[in-house]
Protein backbone atom coordinates (compact mmCIF):
# COMPACT_ATOMS: atom_id res chain seq x y z
CA UNK A 1 0.00 0.00 0.00
CA UNK A 2 1.23 3.32 -0.47
CA UNK A 3 -0.54 6.79 0.39
CA UNK A 4 -0.39 9.39 -2.05
CA UNK A 5 -1.08 13.13 -0.98
CA UNK A 6 -2.49 14.59 -3.91
CA UNK A 7 -2.37 19.00 -2.58
CA UNK A 8 -3.19 21.24 -5.09
CA UNK A 9 -0.60 23.84 -4.42
CA UNK A 10 3.21 24.14 -5.46
CA UNK A 11 6.71 26.72 -4.75
CA UNK A 12 5.67 26.24 -1.19
CA UNK A 13 7.62 28.30 1.74
CA UNK A 14 10.37 26.44 3.23
CA UNK A 15 9.05 25.78 6.12
CA UNK A 16 5.83 24.05 5.18
CA UNK A 17 8.35 21.79 2.86
CA UNK A 18 10.44 21.15 6.14
CA UNK A 19 7.52 20.44 8.19
CA UNK A 20 5.94 17.78 6.05
CA UNK A 21 9.16 15.89 5.29
CA UNK A 22 9.94 16.03 8.53
CA UNK A 23 6.99 13.43 9.35
CA UNK A 24 6.85 11.65 5.88
CA UNK A 25 10.53 11.11 5.93
CA UNK A 26 9.77 8.93 9.38
CA UNK A 27 6.92 6.69 7.69
CA UNK A 28 7.96 3.34 6.70
CA UNK A 29 7.84 1.80 3.41
CA UNK A 30 4.85 -0.77 3.51
CA UNK A 31 3.12 3.02 4.30
CA UNK A 32 5.33 5.66 2.26
CA UNK A 33 3.46 8.61 2.29
CA UNK A 34 4.47 10.27 -1.35
CA UNK A 35 3.50 14.22 -2.46
CA UNK A 36 2.00 15.22 -5.50
CA UNK A 37 1.44 18.82 -6.24
CA UNK A 38 -1.03 19.72 -8.94
CA UNK A 39 -0.06 23.35 -10.18
CA UNK A 40 -3.42 25.84 -9.19
CA UNK A 41 -4.87 27.04 -12.45
CA UNK A 42 -4.27 30.84 -12.93
CA UNK A 43 -6.54 33.40 -11.01
CA UNK A 44 -7.14 36.67 -12.46
CA UNK A 45 -9.70 39.01 -11.40
CA UNK A 46 -12.63 38.48 -13.57
CA UNK A 47 -11.75 34.55 -13.95
CA UNK A 48 -14.34 31.26 -13.94
CA UNK A 49 -13.23 29.64 -10.53
CA UNK A 50 -15.98 26.78 -11.59
CA UNK A 51 -13.92 26.42 -14.36
CA UNK A 52 -10.89 26.19 -13.14
CA UNK A 53 -11.85 23.92 -9.79
CA UNK A 54 -12.99 21.31 -12.66
CA UNK A 55 -9.37 21.66 -14.58
CA UNK A 56 -7.85 21.22 -11.42
CA UNK A 57 -9.91 18.45 -9.85
CA UNK A 58 -9.55 16.62 -13.57
CA UNK A 59 -5.85 16.69 -13.13
CA UNK A 60 -6.09 15.97 -9.41
CA UNK A 61 -7.70 12.32 -10.46
CA UNK A 62 -5.30 12.44 -13.61
CA UNK A 63 -2.42 11.67 -11.47
CA UNK A 64 -4.67 9.17 -8.99
CA UNK A 65 -3.92 5.54 -10.31
CA UNK A 66 -7.19 3.71 -11.33
CA UNK A 67 -7.91 1.72 -9.13
CA UNK A 68 -6.87 3.69 -5.64
CA UNK A 69 -8.94 4.31 -2.74
CA UNK A 70 -9.93 7.78 -2.70
CA UNK A 71 -10.20 9.99 0.15
CA UNK A 72 -10.97 13.91 -0.02
CA UNK A 73 -9.99 16.27 3.08
CA UNK A 74 -12.64 17.94 3.62
CA UNK A 75 -14.17 20.45 6.62
CA UNK A 76 -17.42 18.55 5.99
CA UNK A 77 -16.03 14.85 6.49
CA UNK A 78 -15.49 12.50 9.31
CA UNK A 79 -13.20 14.39 11.96
CA UNK A 80 -11.84 10.73 13.02
CA UNK A 81 -10.23 10.82 16.31
CA UNK A 82 -6.03 9.86 16.22
CA UNK A 83 -7.12 5.99 17.63
CA UNK A 84 -9.99 6.11 14.99
CA UNK A 85 -7.64 7.17 12.51
CA UNK A 86 -5.65 4.72 13.51
CA UNK A 87 -8.34 1.84 12.86
CA UNK A 88 -8.67 3.40 9.47
CA UNK A 89 -4.89 3.33 8.65
CA UNK A 90 -5.23 -0.54 9.82
CA UNK A 91 -7.95 -0.91 7.79
CA UNK A 92 -6.66 0.71 4.23
CA UNK A 93 -2.87 -1.61 4.99
CA UNK A 94 -5.13 -4.69 5.31
CA UNK A 95 -7.06 -4.07 1.76
CA UNK A 96 -3.87 -3.06 0.54
CA UNK A 97 -4.79 -0.56 -2.23
CA UNK A 98 -2.98 2.79 -2.87
CA UNK A 99 -4.49 5.51 -1.32
CA UNK A 100 -5.21 8.96 -2.51
CA UNK A 101 -5.66 11.73 -0.32
CA UNK A 102 -7.05 14.78 -1.89
CA UNK A 103 -6.41 18.20 -0.61
CA UNK A 104 -8.38 21.30 -2.27
CA UNK A 105 -6.63 24.49 -3.33
CA UNK A 106 -7.76 27.97 -2.15
CA UNK A 107 -10.82 27.24 -3.31
CA UNK A 108 -11.46 23.74 -1.98
CA UNK A 109 -11.92 20.97 -4.05
CA UNK A 110 -13.86 19.92 -7.58
CA UNK A 111 -17.64 18.48 -7.55
CA UNK A 112 -15.84 15.27 -9.42
CA UNK A 113 -13.07 14.88 -6.83
CA UNK A 114 -16.30 15.13 -4.71
CA UNK A 115 -18.33 12.07 -5.96
CA UNK A 116 -14.87 9.84 -7.03
CA UNK A 117 -14.05 10.15 -3.02
CA UNK A 118 -14.95 6.62 -1.39
CA UNK A 119 -14.24 8.49 1.97
CA UNK A 120 -13.94 12.12 3.21
CA UNK A 121 -11.92 12.98 6.18
CA UNK A 122 -12.31 15.96 8.42
CA UNK A 123 -9.40 17.64 10.41
CA UNK A 124 -11.75 19.66 12.02
CA UNK A 125 -14.62 22.15 11.52
CA UNK A 126 -12.02 24.91 11.64
CA UNK A 127 -10.94 25.74 7.58
CA UNK A 128 -7.23 25.40 7.51
CA UNK A 129 -4.96 26.93 4.54
CA UNK A 130 -3.93 24.39 2.41
CA UNK A 131 -0.47 24.53 2.68
CA UNK A 132 -1.04 23.53 6.49
CA UNK A 133 -3.34 20.69 5.74
CA UNK A 134 -0.37 18.59 3.75
CA UNK A 135 1.83 18.88 7.13
CA UNK A 136 -1.28 17.99 9.76
CA UNK A 137 -1.96 15.24 7.50
CA UNK A 138 1.70 13.77 7.39
CA UNK A 139 1.96 14.49 11.23
CA UNK A 140 -1.53 12.47 11.77
CA UNK A 141 -0.92 9.14 9.75
CA UNK A 142 2.63 9.08 11.64
CA UNK A 143 1.11 9.18 14.75
CA UNK A 144 -1.38 6.68 14.04
CA UNK A 145 1.11 4.09 12.83
CA UNK A 146 3.02 4.80 15.98
CA UNK A 147 0.00 4.18 17.69
CA UNK A 148 -0.96 0.77 15.51
CA UNK A 149 3.06 -0.49 16.16
CA UNK A 150 2.91 0.87 20.18
CA UNK A 151 5.59 3.61 19.44
CA UNK A 152 6.39 5.84 22.27
CA UNK A 153 5.62 8.98 20.15
CA UNK A 154 1.82 8.25 20.63
CA UNK A 155 0.95 8.75 24.55
C1 LIG B 1 -8.22 26.75 2.07
S1 LIG B 1 -9.08 25.24 1.99
C2 LIG B 1 -10.35 25.60 0.82
C3 LIG B 1 -11.46 26.40 1.36
C4 LIG B 1 -12.62 26.44 0.41
N1 LIG B 1 -13.38 27.61 0.67
C5 LIG B 1 -13.53 25.21 0.57
O1 LIG B 1 -14.71 25.40 0.73
O2 LIG B 1 -13.06 24.08 0.48
C6 LIG B 1 -8.08 24.21 0.97
C7 LIG B 1 -8.23 22.75 1.17
O3 LIG B 1 -7.68 22.38 2.42
C8 LIG B 1 -8.35 21.25 2.93
N2 LIG B 1 -8.85 21.61 4.27
C9 LIG B 1 -8.88 22.83 4.86
N3 LIG B 1 -9.36 22.74 6.11
C10 LIG B 1 -9.63 21.43 6.33
C11 LIG B 1 -10.14 20.68 7.44
N4 LIG B 1 -10.49 21.27 8.57
N5 LIG B 1 -10.29 19.35 7.29
C12 LIG B 1 -9.94 18.73 6.14
N6 LIG B 1 -9.45 19.38 5.07
C13 LIG B 1 -9.29 20.71 5.15
C14 LIG B 1 -9.45 20.88 1.93
O4 LIG B 1 -9.00 19.84 1.08
C15 LIG B 1 -9.64 22.17 1.17
O5 LIG B 1 -10.12 21.93 -0.13
Known amino acids: MQLNLVCVGERMPSWVNEGYEEYARRLPRECALMLREIAPGKRTRNCDIQRILADEGQR ?3 AVGGNAHIVTLDVGGKDWSTRELAEVLA ?3 REGRDIALLVGGPDGLSDACRQRAAESWSLSRM ?5 LVRVIVAEQLYRAWTLLNN ?5
Open 60 to 62: MLA
Open 151 to 155: HPYHR
Open 127 to 131: TFPHP
Open 91 to 93: RWL
